[in-house]
């Protein structure tokens, strides 16, 4: 059972950042998909990094739980997402209440993983804050992917709907991160990683569609760097 949650753990994975670090690399280096470059460095962040980076360390310690309930986390963001979006089926976010499924089932600490020591209330305060303005945002690019035309390259490439889930995902993985369990360190920068690379990325390409307005972006930012700084573990614990 072990060894075939840290097999599925580590192809997930490793599919998640393949599926996305190299179109944000070819889209800033080159010119022919210079119009996503921000969707694409934005999809490395909210699939490659806070799934893919999440399931990778799963595989390598499935015992650290922390990073797991960041990737189920991102999971349910992405689900929730492809309904709102009428993106669900077309978009291929149906595929992740399957291998959440899938996960949970070949799961080796699946009798720990409920067994939740307490939760971090500096992260789970940040967690909070982050959930208006995430639904605000994800629920504007939702209605652009369900209603944008069909002529939009964006909503041909299910790029709305995709910035919609990495959106939802942060104040659910911020909580799964507040959670007490083993491996909550990683998972802490895992989702402070995430946020504040999310705010620089529409900073930097601040004219690109989907990127956050300066002020929201600025906050973002901030946002993951306290997320590192208040959330890690004390010395002792997980």
Avoid: K
């Avoid at 909210?46 to 499935?62: D, M, T």
């Avoid at 982050?130 to 939009?152: H, K, M, W």
């Avoid at 911020?174 to 989702?191: E, S």
């Amino acid at each position: 059972m072990r060894r075939a949650f840290r097999i599925v753990a580590a192809v997930v994975g490793i599919v998640a950042i393949g599926f996305s670090l190299p179109f944000a690399v070819g889209a800033l280096l080159g010119e022919a998909d210079r119009i996503h470059r921000l969707h694409f460095v934005a999809g490395t962040l909210g699939l490659g990094v806070l799934l893919g980076v999440s399931l990778l360390a799963c595989a390598r310690r499935p015992q650290d739980l922390g990073p797991f309930w960041v990737a189920v986390a991102s999971g349910v963001a992405t689900t929730i997402a492809g309904i709102v979006a009428g993106d669900f089926v077309s978009g291929g976010y149906v595929t992740s209440p399957i291998l959440l499924t899938v996960l949970f089932a070949l799961h080796p600490e699946r009798r720990s993983l409920f067994a939740i020591g307490g939760l971090d209330a500096g992260a789970v305060a940040l967690a909070a804050l982050a959930v208006v303005p995430a639904i605000a945002y994800a629920l504007t690019q939702s209605e652009l992917q369900r209603n944008g035309s069909s002529l939009d390259p964006h909503v041909e490439f299910h790029h709305y709907s995709g910035m919609a889930s990495y959106a939802l995902s942060l104040p659910l993985a911020a909580l799964a991160a507040a959670l007490r369990l083993p491996g909550r360190r990683i998972a802490v920068w895992i989702v402070g990683v995430t946020g504040a690379g999310l705010g620089l990325a529409s900073l930097v390409l601040s004219d690109y569609v989907s990127a956050f307005d300066p002020v929201w972006a600025w906050l973002a930012l901030a946002w993951g760097v306290v997320f590192v700084a208040v959330g890690q573990p004390r010395r002792g614990s997980a």
